[in-house]
Nanobody, 127 residues
Framework: QAQLVESGGGLVQTGDSLRLSCAPS????????MGWFRQVSGEEREFLAA????????DYADSVKGRFTISRDGVKNTVTLQMNSLKPEDTAVYYC????????????????????WGQGTQVTVAS
C-alpha cells in the first residue's frame, strides 16, 4: 500500500520557522503533483501549497504566500514545506498529499485532486 509520512511538526513560538517533510512509504508510486493542506479540528481542510512534479510550478494560498515555500526532490519523491514567520493562527494538523493519476479533474487547490494522504503532523505556534 502506498503511503505518505510527514515529519517536522512541533511546538514553536510566534515568528519562528519550521520545515515539514513528506516522504513516500510502502508501494512505490509515480507523482504528478503534491500538495500541503492543514486542518483545525471542526473546520474544513485548508489548501496551503502545491507543486507540479514535471515543471515544478508552484501555487500558494494567499494566507501563506511569502511565508511558506514548497519544494520537491524528484529523485527521492519527497516534498518539503518551509514555514517562516509562523503565527498562532498557523496552528493546525498539517497534511501532505500526492496526485498519482494526473487526471486534473479538479484544480490542485482542491483536496479531491489527491489520492494519497499522509497521517498528518501537528504544528503549534504559541503566542
Amino acid at each position: 500500500q502506498a503511503q505518505l509520512v510527514e515529519s517536522g511538526g512541533g511546538l514553536v513560538q510566534t515568528g519562528d520557522s519550521l520545515r515539514l517533510s513528506c516522504a513516500p512509504s510502502g508501494r512505490p508510486f509515480g507523482t504528478y503533483a503534491m500538495g500541503w493542506f492543514r486542518q483545525v479540528s471542526g473546520e474544513e481542510r485548508e489548501f496551503l501549497a502545491a507543486i507540479t512534479w514535471r515543471n515544478g510550478n508552484r501555487d500558494y494560498a494567499d494566507s501563506v504566500k511569502g511565508r511558506f515555500t514548497i519544494s520537491r526532490d524528484g529523485v527521492k519523491n519527497t516534498v518539503t514545506l518551509q514555514m517562516n514567520s509562523l503565527k498562532p493562527e498557523d496552528t493546525a494538523v498539517y497534511y501532505c498529499a500526492a496526485d498519482t493519476h494526473g487526471w486534473r479533474q479538479y484544480p490542485l487547490r482542491d483536496a479531491r485532486s489527491y489520492d494519497i494522504w499522509g497521517q498528518g503532523t501537528q504544528v503549534t505556534v504559541a503566542s
